[in-house]
């Protein structure tokens, strides 16, 4: 994906992760001072979360891409597409939450919810405001068993 475009994508997955909503979703900071084990329990949460909303919201054929996507091992491949492109969409929005707090320092914290949506809207996964508050919500219960890193 070239640059305008992933910046395009960055920009729209924002404005709609970040639209009004009773609570956050969780931080880079918070995501990244968890443990290894505790990150892809989060992580599995959410792509479990996607999977319920699109289910509740009669969206199922989305529902069985979202399982292919993150359990179907290709040949050659030693993971799942949507692992690795979740990967890339993580280091990706880290990065920009990064610029964006030097560049404004008050602006808004980007979540570890949008890389989840860039990953899921890159496969043809229909993203709104109503399915993003379904993820989070589930997301908010989400608590660490293991002691944070210190990074």
Request: charged share 20%; net charge neutral; glycine share 2%.
């Amino acid at each position: 994906m070239n640059s305008l475009k992933a910046s395009i994508l960055v920009a729209f997955l924002s404005a709609v992760v970040l639209s009004p909503r009773p609570a956050m979703a969780m931080l880079f900071s918070q995501f990244d001072h968890m443990s290894n084990e505790d990150r892809q329990n989060y992580l599995n949460l959410l792509v479990d979360a996607a999977q319920q909303v699109l289910i509740q919201q009669r969206h199922t054929a989305d529902a069985d891409r979202i399982h292919r996507l993150f359990t179907d091992i290709r040949r050659g491949d030693q993971m799942p597409i949507g692992v690795a492109e979740l990967e890339l969409n993580l280091d990706s929005a880290r990065v920009h939450d990064a610029n964006r707090a030097i560049q404004s320092p008050n602006a808004p914290r980007m979540q570890i919810e949008t890389a989840l949506a860039m990953t899921l809207q890159k496969n043809g996964i229909r993203i709104t405001p109503e399915f993003m508050q379904g993820v989070t919500a589930a997301a908010l219960k989400f608590t660490p068993k293991f002691p944070p890193q210190n990074n």
